[in-house]
Nanobody
Framework: QVQLVESGGGLVQAGGSLRLSCAAS????????KAWFRQAPGKEREFVAA????????SYANSVKGRFTISRDNAKNTVYLQMNSLQPDDTAVYYC?????????????????WGQGTQVTVSS
């Protein structure tokens, strides 16, 4: 059974930081592109960041550039999202996604594997 399990979400004040983790199990995801998406209440799921299997290529949504950093540890089968300078607009459920066949692109429908999500709430 392939699983992606997110952790690290929570409640934080505006200007604070959180680090999300996404651990993969069931198969080796070291050669998979991994990404983070988020979905706020009443809104569509949106792209946050993505990273190639080697970590050599990353992409970010304009809204998080300079504040969020995606990274990965293939030995641990884990991808991270460091979120700094959080704002109330960052409040959402954050989802981890993975796919073996694509570059780090922002299109959610291209990703084959998804986690269940972790809630991030930023208070003003």
């Amino acid at each position: 059974q392939v699983q992606l399990v997110e952790s690290g979400g929570g409640l934080v004040q505006a200007g604070g930081s959180l680090r999300l983790s996404c651990a993969a199990s069931g198969r080796t995801f070291s050669r998979y592109t991994k990404a983070w998406f988020r979905q706020a209440p009443g809104k569509e799921r949106e792209f946050v960041a993505a990273i190639s299997w080697s970590g050599g290529s990353t992409s970010y949504a304009n809204s998080v550039k300079g504040r969020f950093t995606i990274s990965r540890d293939n030995a641990k089968n884990t991808v991270y999202l460091q979120m700094n300078s959080l704002q109330p607009d960052d409040t959402a459920v954050y989802y981890c996604a993975a796919d073996p066949t694509i570059a780090p692109i922002p299109r959610a429908y291209e990703y084959h594997y998804w986690g269940q999500g972790t809630q991030v709430t930023v208070s003003s």
